[in-house]
């Protein structure tokens, strides 16, 4: 008898692949959680990994079902205790910080929940604020620059480039280069509920904007230069919302003393990118682009979505 063929071969390889990449994901997690001291996180986890055990015997089964099925409960039933968990361990080392300081241990768990905050930052699609997290941990310039357009996802952002372009066009009559007046954008609460948290996330120490207008053959175009802290405050507690009735918070002095004990490393955030008229961007002014996981938030009632696009002259 023919064995498989070349084709349910390759493909039998590359789901043996892909299940021991979800293995070692798993049990990186793991770690991560252990180390930050999320001890039921870390149970449901440990079920996960026992369910995703890369190992094919007969008496495997019964444990890759059990684990599987630990873990759906305590995901999902058991949410309100893992986020208490979460929040009581988040409140200890808070706790700590202000009494007598951070030992070793205390140190080393923070810096594995902001590794896992970066991490966490990337699948949710927060990936701008989840990179300024995790570079935090690399030793370098003050200044770190990077060229992206995300920031024109943020209707508060777009309201202030079109301003700059008419700006351009009022004053830049015979001119050919036109340095305009520096912007400075701050979210407030209210504003999150109709802008995009990954632009906010990222830019909100405030942002400051700086604008040059060159003009070209169909119009202006901006050349954007937008700067941000990549810094933890000494005293700043961050409500990060409520979650299966579970208010979530965070003492990002937590960090701040990482900064202090050079575990991590402040800089300056640039961002820049260019805009020029007749942008469709420019268009809409009020809707915010979401991430998938925004959108999900939407979806379940936890994020109001935004209102009709604000028109040109509303734009202040």
């Not at 310039?141 to 008419?166: K, N, T």
């Not at 990954?198 to 954007?224: C, D």
């Not at 800089?267 to 991430?291: C, H, K, M, N, Q």
Request: aromatic share 8%; proline share 4%; hydrophobic share 45%.
């Amino acid at each position: 008898m023919d064995g498989p063929s070349l084709t349910a071969r390759v493909l039998r390889l590359i789901g043996a692949t892909f299940h021991v990449v979800c293995f070692t994901l798993a049990v990186g997690a793991l770690l991560l959680v252990l180390t930050i001291g999320f001890w039921w996180l870390g149970v449901a986890l440990g079920a996960l990994c026992l369910g995703l055990l890369p190992v094919r015997r007969p008496w495997t089964r019964a444990i890759h079902l059990a684990g599987f099925g630990i873990a759906l409960l305590l995901l999902t039933v058991g949410a309100p205790v893992l986020l208490r968990d979460v929040q009581r361990r988040l409140d200890v080392l808070a706790m700590r910080l202000h009494s007598s300081g951070l030992r070793a241990t205390d140190r080393l768990s923070v810096a594995g929940l902001n590794l896992a905050m970066g991490l966490g930052g990337f699948a949710v699609g927060y990936r701008e604020v989840a990179a300024e997290t995790l570079w935090l941990f690399v030793p370098g310039a003050s200044v770190r620059e990077w060229h992206d357009d995300f920031a024109m996802h943020s209707p508060l952002v777009r309201c202030v480039v079109y301003e700059l372009l008419e700006e351009a066009r009022r004053q830049g009559k015979g001119r050919q280069r036109l340095t305009l007046a520096s912007r400075t954008i701050a979210w407030s609460r209210r504003d999150l509920e109709h802008d995009s948290r990954r632009v906010a996330l990222a830019l909100n120490s405030p942002l400051r904007i700086k604008a040059t207008a060159y003009r070209e053959a169909r119009g202006w175009r901006l050349e954007l230069r937008g700067r941000a802290a990549a810094r933890y405050p000494r005293r700043s507690r961050t409500e990060l919302g409520r979650l299966f009735g579970q208010a979530l918070a965070i003492e990002e002095g937590l960090f701040a003393a990482l900064q202090d004990a050079g575990w991590l490393h402040p800089y300056e955030a640039v961002w820049t990118w260019s805009v020029a008229e007749g942008d469709p961007r420019l268009e809409d002014l009020r809707t915010p682009e979401r991430t998938w996981f925004e959108r999900l938030l939407v979806h379940s009632t936890l994020l109001e979505e935004a209102a009709a696009p604000r028109r040109m002259s509303d734009c202040r």
